[in-house]
């Protein structure tokens, strides 16, 4: 029920908590987290943790804490102090509790800075029985023991346990050897975070005793742990030895203390199981090595590595060390934590084997009683016991052995002797017992060179048979009892079989033995080419009877192939082939030839020619193969009633277009083989254009008339001045040359397939003329007269247009016009001259046309007597410009002479 309570309290605060974790007033006071203080725990954590990530597991469980803590108060005792034991004191709980243990309970102190562990109790269980850990599916129980104990469980909540024992060392304890297996969540925090193990060994004085802190936490890859497959997140480690040696401590009081600590953020937890055990440690062995034999060196369980040095100085690893040289072994040894340990020396002295031997006699052929006569020895020491086992049941241990045997038969009489060192060696001999011999034995017929049998089927009623003695009839014998003879001849032979009895009793028996003649198998066959029938004369015979089958066996491989006298096949694969021929004759006697034939490989006709362009050589790339033997001819027929003899030719094609070429090859053994393959050249573009002809500084436009007979052109290089440099790449540009002249013009095609052809063409660029003329002065109204000074040094200037006043319209076509200014003013006449190849040029120039003075005079007094002063007054007046000469003409008539005197002042006065 309280179970259920606290259950649904959790579910409650959940439900009613923020999730920012301020304070909330509850409803109800029982789930209530008004009074816990967010603020105290979260200061702690970020005293001891750094990761914002795990905060809210950490507050969360120390919620659960503070629920669990107020309003269920749990009871708790402050822990005790240990109280030492004598040695050995249920260190192994084998009395099935925890006497002579301590146990406390606290926390991860990077959880609750009460840390641990200061209140008795805890989880700690004694464990007993065949079960498997949950997660680790390990026993609970450690190998070999009836009780072990779990520290820890699967609850959370930052909990540490602890259990711990000080005890008294000795020399029989002070090789101390724990055992544990470990399980922990892994939910990936840091690893000083992670749910963890420690072993911990202190000294009377409370200090760590050296190289003995062990500990291990999940997440740190450490060798032996493997992933749950039963629960999720969780790794574990099967049981494993740990050895401590406390022989520096003899006498004195060690701790040895196991905790157990759920990850400090409260959320995942570890347990482990520990067992233990003490004994002492034989620093020094000595033991016996029997000659010819192997001994097992076990060294102490419980360290990390085991490194032996053997009598030789070599060096070995291992726990246990299998040997069988005597001498002097040394071995250090490295604690888990990484020290060094104690060093144990083993001492193998080799001692003799006895050398077990006996012999048996027996008295007489009509006895069963058999004597044994022990001949056993030993090089050193003494033979001191004799066991023999007569191999009917009975048995005796006196130095020489006797036994009567009731039934024939075949026994094993065994002698065991055993030297004084404990070194042992046996002996086995058969003992047979039979009855006196009748001879009887079968032969089988065989064919020459074949092995006659000859079974012995004698017998003795009693005693044995003691020698067997074969005549086989062509001189030669035998003394094994089931022989085989070969005959070196056919023919019939008289076999005769004698046996003796120990009692010296013999027995004979003959019989024929036939040895029929074997088949003289010959046959001969042709090497042939692949593809064509390799053709077997057989001329097989045999010197009595007659040949009956013929069985052809044409690659060996034990599958007959043909039955008839003769054979022809043909062989799938080109290579060697060892045909075997067998004969059988009449009698079933068989005899077997091989011939090893070729089958010479045809070339495989390959080549390789890649599309080329019309009027570039094609080059062809032979890729004949050829298994075996040598390719030595190659004829090529290019498709144009040309060829070649060559490996890898080359040949230039006169047109484009498809041909299909065809390349046989011939192999040294005379086989041939032959490929065909259509081979392409393609066309070069048929490259063409015209040009307009034009002037300097005026673009020329090219017409492209380029074609191909089959593909596409897809390029254009135009190099206007022929001098290397790409100008345009459309397929009909117009072009501004800086010069005038005859230009070479070359024009490049490019087809789709990378074909290419030029062309070159002349471009004609005209001079243009030099447009030229003089400018008069002139007065209004005279008339100007202009004067074309234009020149042309490429063809004749053709026409003239003159534009006299700059209105852009042409006022006169001639070459030299004239032209009259109503007003005065500067003008700029334009000419503009073209040569007969319609090149122009144009030229402005200014025309000054001056205005025309307006003479205009008065005279004062100009009627009058003699010595008459008459005053002219200038009045002249002039558009533009300024009057700058006055020319006065004075025309006086005295009695009838007209004087005229000229004068150039502006007022003139004559006194007539």
Not at 14 to 42: C, E, R, Y
Not at 268 to 297: P, R, W
Not at 333 to 338: A, C, E, M, R
Not at 506 to 522: G, R, Y
Request: proline content about 5%; charged content about 5%.
């Amino acid at each position: 029920m309280k179970t259920y309570l606290l259950t649904a309290v959790l579910l409650a605060v959940l439900l009613h908590s923020p999730a920012n974790g301020q304070n909330v007033t509850s409803v109800s006071p029982i789930d209530s987290l008004a009074n816990f203080n967010t603020k105290q725990w979260t200061n702690f954590y970020w005293s001891h943790h750094t990761s914002v990530n795990d905060l809210p597991e950490f507050i969360y469980a120390h919620q659960r804490d503070y629920i669990r803590d107020t309003y269920f108060s749990p009871q708790r005792i402050s822990g005790q102090p240990n109280t030492p034991q004598q040695a050995c004191t249920n260190i192994d709980f084998e009395s099935g509790n925890l006497n002579g243990w301590t146990t406390s309970t606290g926390y991860n102190p990077l959880y609750n800075a009460l840390g641990c562990c200061q209140n008795a109790g805890g989880a700690q269980l004694v464990t007993s029985g065949a079960g498997l850990d949950a997660c680790g599916g390990f026993p609970v129980v450690s190998a070999g023991c009836n009780f072990s104990v779990r520290l820890g469980n699967n609850g959370t909540g930052g909990i540490a346990d602890r259990l711990e024992q000080t005890f008294s060392v000795t020399s029989a304890n002070a090789n101390f050897t724990y055992r544990y297996a470990v399980v922990f969540q892994d939910p990936g925090h840091a690893t000083a975070d992670q749910p963890k193990f420690e072993i911990e060994m202190l000294d009377s004085n409370g200090v760590q005793i050296p190289c003995t802190y062990y500990n291990v936490a999940a997440g740190q890859n450490i060798p032996g742990f493997v992933n749950s497959t039963n629960c999720a997140n969780v790794v574990y480690k099967p049981w494993t030895n740990v050895s401590v040696d406390l022989t520096n401590y003899i006498g004195q009081d060690v701790t040895i203390r196991f905790t157990t600590q759920d990850c400090s953020l409260g959320g995942h937890y570890a347990y482990a199981y520990i067992d233990g055990s003490c004994s002492n440690f034989n620093i020094t062995q000595n033991n016996i090595l029997c000659q010819g034999s192997t001994i097992q060196l076990a060294a102490p369980v419980g360290f990390a590595t085991y490194n032996w040095t053997l009598p030789n100085g070599t060096p070995a690893t291992g726990q246990l060390l299998t040997t069988g040289t005597p001498g002097f072994y040394t071995l250090n040894l490295t604690t888990v934590t990484g020290c060094p340990g104690p060093t144990i020396t083993y001492l193998l002295t080799e001692f003799p084997k006895p050398n077990a031997n006996f012999i048996s006699v027996q008295p007489s052929a009509c006895t069963h009683t058999i004597g044994f006569i022990n001949t056993s020895n030993i090089t050193s020491g003494s033979i001191t016991s004799n066991n023999w086992t007569y191999g009917d049941g009975n048995t005796s241990n006196t130095q020489n052995g006797l036994n009567n045997y009731i039934n024939n038969g075949t026994y094993n009489a065994q002698l065991i002797v055993t030297s004084n060192m404990g070194c042992r060696d046996t002996a086995i001999v058969p003992v047979t017992i039979s009855p006196l011999p009748t001879a009887a034995f079968v032969a089988n017929n065989v064919c020459l060179y074949g092995q006659t049998s000859f079974t012995n089927s004698s017998t003795v009623t009693t005693g044995f048979i003691t020698n067997t003695t074969w005549q086989f009839g062509d001189g030669t014998q035998s003394l094994l009892n089931q022989p085989t003879h070969q005959y070196a001849n056919a023919g019939t032979y008289n076999v005769t079989l004698n046996i003796t009895t120990n009692s010296n009793c013999s027995n004979s028996i003959s019989q024929q033995v036939t040895v029929n003649p074997l088949p003289n198998v010959m046959f001969t066959a042709n090497n042939v080419c692949e593809g064509n029938a390799t053709n077997y004369v057989n001329t097989s015979s045999i010197v009595s009877g007659s040949i009956s089958n013929y069985i052809w066996d044409y690659t060996s491989d034990g599958t007959p192939d043909n039955t008839n006298q003769t054979a022809s096949n043909i062989f799938s694969n080109p290579g060697t082939y060892t045909t075997q021929l067998m004969a059988i004759s009449n009698l079933n006697c068989s005899a077997t030839r091989t011939l090893v034939v070729t089958v010479y490989p045809n070339p495989v006709a390959q080549f390789n020619a890649s599309p080329v362009c019309e009027g570039t050589q094609m080059t062809f790339t032979n890729q004949s193969t050829i298994a075996s033997g040598q390719i030595v001819n190659n004829q090529w027929a290019f498709g144009d009633n040309t060829s070649s003899l060559l490996a890898n030719p080359s040949h230039l094609y006169n047109g484009f277009g498809s041909f299909n070429v065809t390349l046989i090859t011939s192999s040294n053994f005379g086989c041939v083989n032959s490929v065909s393959q259509l081979v392409t050249v393609h066309p070069k573009p048929t490259v063409n254009f015209q040009s307009t002809t034009t002037c300097l500084n005026q673009a020329t436009q090219f017409s492209n008339q380029s074609s191909i007979a089959s593909g596409t052109i897809i390029k254009y290089r135009w190099d206007f001045e022929n001098n290397g440099t790409i100008d345009d790449s459309t397929a009909n540009p117009s072009h501004i040359y800086p010069t005038a002249g005859t230009q070479q013009t070359r024009l490049m095609a490019i087809s789709n397939n990378s074909c290419v052809n030029q062309n070159l063409n002349p471009v004609v660029v005209h001079y243009n003329p030099t447009a030229n003329f003089s400018v008069p002065s002139a007065c209004m109204p005279t008339s100007s007269h202009f004067t074309s000074l234009a020149t042309s040094s490429d063809g004749i200037i053709t026409s003239y247009a003159w534009d006299f006043n700059g209105d852009n319209l042409i006022d006169n076509n001639q070459q030299n016009p004239q032209y009259i200014y109503l007003q005065s003013g500067n003008y700029g006449v334009k000419l503009e001259v073209q040569t007969q190849y319609g090149c122009t040029n144009s030229i402005i120039k200014s025309a000054y046309v001056n205005a025309t003075p307006s003479a205009l005079f008065a005279a004062q007094n100009n009627t009058g007597c003699p010595s008459l002063c008459v005053q002219f007054i200038n009045n002249s007046t002039i558009g533009s410009g300024n009057i700058v000469t006055h020319q006065w003409i004075l025309e006086i008539i005295v009695i009838l002479i007209i004087l005229k005197i000229p004068h150039t002042a502006t007022q003139l006065e004559i006194i007539m």
